[in-house]
């Protein structure tokens, strides 16, 4: 791989990796902290489902950042760096909430920081959707999905020594310098001038009425609600079946991030060898297979090996996916497009996490309610032919 190339996907790498590092706190801890001070599975469903809440409204972000240069230094860059910076400030600032005490105060400075990162998150999709040719959105779906994970491995052993063994004011802070990460290759980065084919346009919101692009939102909706559902319990579970520790649910992080790692290099070696159609169904496959034996762990050894063949489905369904979304998305509102369908997927997490967190303090249980979510892969089958129509046949 040529080295201009190649340092282009270790900056949409590095942004991904910073979003990463976030994503092993609510991996690994999040739950595991509000436990800790008291409160149940149903208060962490409801704080994950309104911190997704920018997620959901970041179509509106996607909107902006496609129509405005701002202050004439780009469509992207700027926006990325402003998000960046928000994020910094929150994460310097939340050690000083206690949730037990300001629960609704820790849900809005978690929202704000979810904001910042919607920011960054959608441009850094724009940017990606401006410059990436179609031949290569399997390859840096797997830098991002790969590069997120391995923000996980990076942080997620670290995160939960530091909460056990220092404060949880280490691990936000820690969280803050990660951040910084990938802001010196963003400031590198410069914008062409885009050209009048790829100019904003209200009628290429038009997409939304084909069935192929609605069949498509619903795939998403359901992947992702399955897959965050999931991810969101598993260390919980693993707490109350075999009393792991902080620093054991940080290496089991850890482990989960090294599959996803895989997984998002497996999900890009899908799309380039087998085409899209038979990569998603690969992908629902692997999603079953990596779920449900979580319902029925014998002993705590096994959880290593079933946690990593959980977090290597999670990063091929997530990287067959977002791969599968670039490909149908107009150029023309790269962001605003790209950011919709990722704001289903979005509620999808939300509607997921809430879910499972209420079915977990219910009858069914951490098992039930992995079982349960294996199976609603069923939903996907009939979905399926609505988004392949014959171009896609002859590609797969």
């Known amino acids: ?22 994503l092993s706190y609510f991996t690994a801890l999040n739950a595991l902290y509000f436990l800790s001070r ?16 920018p997620f959901v409204i970041k ?13 004439g230094l780009g469509h992207r860059k700027p926006y990325i760096l402003l998000g960046l910076t928000v994020q910094v400030v929150c994460l310097i600032i939340v050690p000083f909430i206690d949730p037990a005490k300001y629960y609704w105060g820790f849900v809005a400075i978690a929202f704000v920081l979810q904001m910042g990162m919607a920011l960054y998150d959608t441009c850094t999709d724009g940017l990606a959707l401006d410059t990436i040719p ?17 923000g996980v491995v990076v942080t997620a052993s670290v995160v939960g020594l530091l909460a056990q063994n220092v404060s949880w004011a280490a691990v936000f802070w820690l969280l803050a310098v990660f951040t910084l990460v990938p802001i010196p ?3 590198r980065v410069k914008e062409a001038a885009r050209p009048v084919e790829r100019s904003f346009d209200w009628k290429a919101f038009a997409a939304f009425k084909q069935k192929t692009i609605i069949a498509l939102a619903a795939l998403g909706f359901v992947f992702f609600l399955i897959i965050a559902g999931a991810n969101q ?23 989960w991030g090294i599959g996803v790692v895989l997984g998002s290099v497996i999900g890009g070696q899908l799309i380039q060898r087998v085409g899209r159609k038979r990569a998603t169904w690969i992908s629902i496959a692997v999603s079953v297979i990596g779920i449900l034996p979580l319902a029925f762990i014998p002993a705590a ?13 999670y990063g091929t369904y997530q990287t067959i996916y977002f791969a599968l979304a670039m490909g149908y998305t107009d150029s023309r509102i790269a962001a605003s497009m790209f950011s919709i369908l990722m ?21 069914m249980g951490y098992t039930g309610v992995f079982i349960l979510l294996a199976l609603l892969n069923v939903i996907a089958i009939p979905i399926m032919p609505l988004i392949f129509g014959k171009r896609e046949t002859v590609e797969a």
């Open 1 to 22: 791989m040529p080295e201009k190339k190649f340092a282009r996907y270790a900056m949409f790498g590095s942004l991904y990796f910073t979003q990463g590092t976030i």
């Open 38 to 53: 008291g409160l149940s599975m149903t208060s962490v469903g409801i704080f994950a489902s309104i911190a997704m809440i």
């Open 59 to 71: 179509v509106f972000l996607g909107m902006l950042s496609d129509k405005v240069n701002l202050l």
């Open 134 to 150: 179609e031949d290569e959105q399997g390859t840096i779906q797997t830098f991002m999905v790969g590069g997120r994970a391995l």
């Open 185 to 187: 290759m963003v400031l």
């Open 233 to 255: 319990i598993v260390n919980p579970y693993l707490q109350e079946r075999f009393n792991i520790s902080l620093s054991q649910a940080g290496y089991l992080t850890t482990v």
């Open 301 to 313: 050894w096994w959880a290593w090996l079933l946690v990593g063949l959980f977090g290597l489905s």
């Open 343 to 363: 704001a289903v997927t979005n509620v999808a997490q939300g509607v997921g996490m809430a879910l499972s967190g209420f079915l977990a303090d219910s009858a």
